[in-house]
């Protein structure tokens, strides 16, 4: 985790002989042919050491930030007769364009300062220094850990860029870092912002013109102390300088190389044909950990034709063939960089992947078949190389979900669970969106599965609410974790909706699974489904109080006979007479009058035959317990309405003959419920039919006791009778 | 992973083991017996488990061969620990283990990640006797310590042999069971093969990460958002029936006995949440993520065998807390119904995956690298190409220019904006009599900013600082506010 690796301090040498020439020229004057008469080209522009210097150093950062934009951490230093910090440790300041800012404003060495007072000395230790500064990593690390924090540790890494005189002045630049070391770490002992230095590489480049002997011979890696390891490389500047610092990109961050080969291109000139071309990618090394296990690598490998020292893995570019999106078994994703990042054929690719196309690659094997090995992907604007796994899979031939527990159920709510999933997905939200309670969002997602799940039959037979069209805008409602009134409306408004449906007797997508013959009556069927949104609401009731409310308008409007159970007992007998009433009642809804008033008598008549059945049953704990208004409520009910007014079945009767048309409404559940004495619920039907706001018009009757009469003014009522409260 | 048995079948094998009373054994029957024991394990409770038996003494023998190689291996090496004499045994192979030439590789390390299990038909005190043990802690080492040797306590008959064996079965072949959970939806599984636990950083964090047995979801992606992440192993999630007594009934996927069968049959015809959960990933195109521990999490999605069989799998990803850097930070990844407005969009038509880092990667950024000739060449030729189309081409004329005036800068490369400038002014030069009036004194007005700048005076070398084009009669004022 803190490895060398993790922090890597540049010192650049920024003293006056680093403004000599490179001399390697460049040709920057390419005359096209149609104007080259009588104009002398420019003379070929070069390089100074310190131009090489940087833009080697720069591209070594590049390829570094492109595959790790994190955790491996870049301290620029500049040194001359003074130091210059461009950067820090700190990760947002990680990035080429600040560096070369930076780098701007210090400018080329300047060849006229005096260079006695010059030295890259001052640069070793400033560096030495800001490796013992700690990282917000090291820190965060050693906060978390608290008691084991002294198993974050402090390593690093100097790349010394800079022109030396001899061997000696080379070791004389080893032997400060090593007394500065030393120094340093007495003095980090003492800090909380300070660490000591436990490792540290040195790797000094040594940078001389072209055409020109080295002063300084190259020295492999050698250890200086317990703490302090050094090598010393002799580059010529320019594209060996280049090449080198590559290398030690590579080898810095366990780099391995990729070339895409086979990739087809549009040719630049004559645009209707198209030769293939090569990409060499950087990435990490774990990319080709199958090759490496597997002994291909050498096979596979090809010698890159830039540089004779690294090695390159050749995998051949398969055409896309859809844009489908598949799951693919892939064992690794590492970041990449292109070496040659502005040449056409990388910028080709890139742009290519970064338009959201992904590209697999093949693995050219000696026997001729045809291995997938890796797959090029963008995520977010950054490519990937992912490893797929091409070894045999130790799951093979498994046996399918639906030989399984479960898996002889052919009726699962797979489209519902569908939903459910749509429903909670999730999103990213920022690192500060913690919430009241808090909770981090993975917790609100949890919980909010939690709440979703509560009543979730998982087999469309085992349930009928969610089977139901109507029921959906309540379902959808009830599990949120807050409800507005308009929410509470909308749930009352779907409750209303399957008491109206209960009224006009539709039918119910009840399961007839294991059931004889046709299933359940329907009204037994309304019982079920009834039962089963009750059960819903009343698992959401604690949430808060509209949760409370939606069950409130649920226990007020349902129907839900009390003496099921006796009826039961009583055998199927009346009710078969009953659903035919239903039937007739149904049947004959637009033969008006006479028939609603005929079958009102019928009601009444079978109302008093069941209030006598009903006082048998009294002591029952079951049986409804206002029987003293039930008495009245046969009798009264005929009475003109101007009488009492303040008596609940008073007021509420004179609408069943004003507005004769609506008995109707009202008939079938008189008859179905004579036992119950409570009007539970009424509301203004012409509202809900509207779909207007119904609220205030609603008006609840308990115990026969309207508790709210706004709507006493109001126009056509529709009483629907229900379940005990 | 795949287990190789490996049974030595050597002479010493058939040394009788004194029993009191009854018949006599020989160490191969005991050997025998434990294996049938760990068979017998595998074929109830770890079913999926591929397994390969080879025979050796001073040769070897394949009686039941994989098919092919894999990436991971248990190896159980079954043995009396007496490792012969001479040349090819095993105590002289380790004592040469060095002077071996590459091809003739002692075999461990395998080259897979492995574990090496060796059971000793004998007991620790025989094995310390002699070098022996030395000798198979020595294996263990070269196996890089991935593994563990088992030996026989009391005297040496069935019941230690089966004691011994038994022990095996916990440390690796002991079925993983757990319970899969979506808020109040829940069902008994068996993660097959075992997840292992997982060490990712040795130095700050040493201690191994195992999977908690309560799989919890956290909620569903689409599988185009999570866009085939990198995970560290697959196992299939098998639902299991659990009895009263807490016993497992079986996976319900065979067909043995008849009992077992109708336990299976209603087993099968009971819901399951796995079942569900499995339709709707497969229909849906989504995947679950599950909560494998804390800082740790996994997916679940239909995996098809073949156009009939799917199951449903689940992926480890890499322990911490942002495994897939374009999903971001996993502990912030919420419900998307708390977002202030549907990331989705409403009619599913967005997402807010991926994710997108703060910096560009270099390869979508246009930078500028010269460390090719070429590269340096072609920056030059955009300019002047655009130089000879002005003033249409004013825009991008001086974003290239601007381009190469910052990267010279930076690399301190003057002399380039010397030059440049030149073949500007000779550029304008060459003019034809066609021209438009504004190209002659744009590109004058360029070259005489990029000597400015060439000269590091820091009034005119600002980094940040763009040329802007020249403001003439010609370009209406407008070419200033383009920029």
């Not at chain 1, 950062?61 to 870049?74: A, E, G």
Request: charged fraction near 25%.
């Amino acid at each position: 985790m803190f490895s060398v690796s993790h922090k890597t301090a540049f010192v650049v040498d920024h003293c006056p002989y680093m403004a000599e020439s490179s001399r390697q020229l460049i040709e920057c004057d390419m005359l096209t042919k149609s104007r080259s008469q009588g104009v002398i080209p420019l003379a070929p522009v070069s390089k100074s050491l310190w131009t090489c210097a940087i833009e080697c150093s720069m591209e070594y950062c590049r390829i570094l930030f492109d595959v790790y934009p994190t955790w491996k951490l870049v301290n620029y230093i500049v040194s001359d007769s003074e130091v210059h910090i461009l950067n820090s440790w700190k990760q947002e300041d990680q990035n080429t364009h600040e560096l070369m800012a930076a780098l701007a404003a210090v400018g080329p060495p300047n060849p006229r300062q005096d260079p006695e007072c010059c030295s890259v000395l001052h640069g070793l230790v400033a560096a030495v220094e800001s490796l013992c500064k700690i990282t917000e990593y090291q820190h965060e690390s050693r906060t978390t850990l608290m008691d084991t924090a002294d198993r974050v540790a402090n390593r690093g890494r100097i790349i010394c860029l800079t022109n030396a005189k001899s061997d000696t002045h080379v070791r004389m630049l080893e032997d400060c870092v090593l007394e500065t070391i030393q120094e340093q770490n007495k003095r980090a002992a003492g800090s909380d912002r300070l660490m000591p230095i436990q490792q540290c590489e040195l790797v000094l480049v040594h940078i001389y013109p072209q055409g020109e002997e080295t002063l300084v011979s190259d020295r492999q890696k050698k250890e200086l102390s317990s703490m302090l390891s050094s090598e010393v490389h002799s580059v010529r500047a320019g594209r060996y300088l280049a090449s080198k610092l590559n290398v030690l990109v590579q080898q810095h961050f366990d780099l391995a190389s990729t070339t895409i080969t086979n990739i087809p291109m549009k040719e630049e000139q004559h645009a209707n044909t198209s030769a293939n071309y090569d990409v060499e990618l950087l990435h990490h090394r774990d990319a080709h950990m199958e090759f490496i296990k597997s002994g291909d690598l050498h096979m596979a490998g090809s010698t890159s034709r830039d540089s004779g020292l690294k090695e390159t893995v050749t995998l051949k570019w398969c055409t896309p063939r859809t844009n489908s999106v598949e799951l693919h078994y892939c064992t690794g994703a590492y970041r990449i960089s292109p070496v040659d990042v502005n040449s056409r054929p990388s910028s080709c690719l890139t742009n290519f992947l970064l338009n959201g196309r992904s590209v697999l690659l093949e693995q050219p094997r000696k026997s001729g078949s045809k291995v997938i090995s890796h797959m090029l992907s963008s995520h977010g604007g950054e490519i990937f190389l992912h490893v797929l796994n091409s070894t045999r899979s130790t799951l093979e031939d498994p046996p399918s979900i639906s030989e399984g527990c479960g898996g002889r159920v052919t009726d699962y709510r797979i489209t519902d669970f569908g939903e459910f999933m749509r429903e909670n997905r999730l999103t990213p939200f920022p690192d500060s969106m913690i919430d009241a309670a808090g909770r981090t969002p993975v917790e609100r997602a949890k919980s909010q599965l939690e709440r979703y799940t509560r009543y979730w039959p998982m087999i469309i037979s085992q349930t009928t609410i969610f089977n139901m069209q109507a029921v959906v805008p309540l379902a959808n409602l009830i599990v949120k974790d807050t409800l507005t009134d308009e929410d509470v409306l909308t749930c009352q408004k779907t409750v209303y909706n399957l008491v109206d449906m209960e009224r006009k007797s539709d039918p119910l997508p009840i399961s007839t699974v294991g059931s004889r013959g046709k299933g359940p009556k329907r009204d037994e069927q309304y019982r079920i489904m009834w039962n089963e949104l009750e059960t819903l609401v009343k698992a959401h009731v604690g949430t808060s109080e509209r949760h409370q409310r939606v069950l409130e308008c649920i226990s007020a409007c349902r129907s839900k006979p009390p003496e099921e159970e006796e009826r039961k007992k009583r055998g199927r007998k009346r009710e078969d007479k009953e659903d035919k009433t239903e039937k007739n009642g149904k049947d004959t809804e637009e033969k008006g009058w006479t028939t609603d008033s005929e079958r009102l008598k019928g009601v009444m008549e079978r109302e008093k035959d069941e209030q006598s059945e009903c006082e048998i049953i009294k002591d029952s704990p079951d049986s409804p317990e206002p029987l003293n208004k039930k008495p009245r409520l046969a009798t009264e009910e005929q009475q003109p309405p101007e009488k009492s007014k303040d008596d609940a079945l008073h007021s509420i009767h004179p609408y069943l003959q004003l507005h004769a048309s609506h008995l109707d409404d009202v008939i079938p559940h008189l008859c179905r419920h004579p036992l119950q004495a409570l009007w539970s619920a009424c509301f203004c039907y012409h509202c809900l039919k509207d779909q207007r706001t119904v609220c205030a018009n609603s008006i609840y009757i308990r115990n026969g006791l309207i508790t709210n009469t706004s709507l006493y003014s109001s126009i056509t009522v529709t009483l629907l009778a229900l379940g005990s409260l | 992973m795949p287990t190789v048995v490996l049974l030595d079948s050597s002479l010493s094998m058939t040394r009788p083991v004194s029993v009191e009373g009854s018949e006599e054994f020989q160490r191969k029957n005991l050997a025998v017996h434990g294996l049938t024991m760990l068979f017998e394990h595998m074929a109830t409770n770890y079913r999926l488990e591929f397994t390969s038996l080879v025979a050796f003494s001073s040769l070897w023998e394949l009686l039941v061969p994989f098919s092919r190689d894999y990436n991971t291996l248990q190896v159980v090496l079954v043995t009396d620990g007496a490792l012969g004499i001479g040349r090819g045994s095993l105590r002289h192979s380790l004592q040469t283990v060095k002077q071996r030439v590459d091809d003739k590789k002692f075999p461990l390390p395998f080259p897979f990640p492995s574990k090496l299990y060796v059971m000793c038909i004998a007991n620790a005190e025989e094995l310390q006797a002699t070098d022996s043990m030395d000798n198979l802690e020595q294996l263990i080492n070269l196996n890089g310590g991935e593994g563990q040797i088992y030996t026989m306590e009391g005297p040496l008959c069935l019941k230690s042999v089966q004691s011994m064996f038994g022990k095996l079965i916990d440390q690796a072949y002991s079925p993983f069971h757990a319970v899969l959970r979506c808020g109040n939806l829940t069902s008994d599984v068996q993660v097959f093969p075992r997840p292992e636990p997982v060490t990712i950083d040795e130095e700050v964090d040493p201690i191994p990460k195992t999977v908690q047995t309560d799989l919890e979801i956290v909620g569903f992606i689409e599988i185009g958002d999570i866009s085939s992440p990198p995970v560290l192993s697959r196992h299939l999630v098998l639902p299991i029936a659990v009895s009263k007594e807490g016993d497992e009934i079986g996976t319900g996927a065979t067909d043995d006995t008849e009992e077992e069968t109708s336990t299976n049959q209603m087993a099968g015809k009971s819901p399951n949440f796995c079942v569900l959960l499995h339709g709707s990933l497969k229909v849906e195109g989504m995947v679950a993520l599950v909560q494998l521990g804390p800082d740790w999490f996994g997916m679940l999605y239909s995996q098809a065998d073949s156009k009939k069989k799917s199951n449903l799998m689940m992926s480890l990803f890499d322990p911490g807390s942002e495994p897939l850097p374009w999903l971001g930070r996993m502990s912030q990844l919420g419900p998307a119904s708390d977002a202030a407005e549907n990331p989705y969009g409403e009619d599913d038509s967005k997402s807010p995956f991926p994710i997108q880092p703060k910096h560009k990667r270099s390869y979508a950024q246009n930078v500028t690298v010269w460390i090719k000739a070429s590269g340096l060449q072609t920056d030059v030729q955009k300019i002047l190409r655009n130089a000879k189309k002005l003033p249409e081409k004013t825009q991008t004329f001086y974003k290239e220019l601007n381009r190469l005036r910052k990267a010279a800068l930076a690399f301190g490369f003057w002399e380039l904006l010397k030059s440049v400038a030149e073949l500007l002014e000779r550029e304008c030069t060459l003019l034809p009599d066609s021209a438009h009036p504004d190209a002659a004194f744009q590109l004058s007005h360029a070259a005489q900013q990029l000597k400015l700048a060439s000269s590091g005076d820091s009034k005119y070398a600002v980094f940040e600082q763009n040329i802007t084009p020249m403001l003439t009669d010609f370009s209406g004022g407008g070419g200033a506010d383009r920029i």
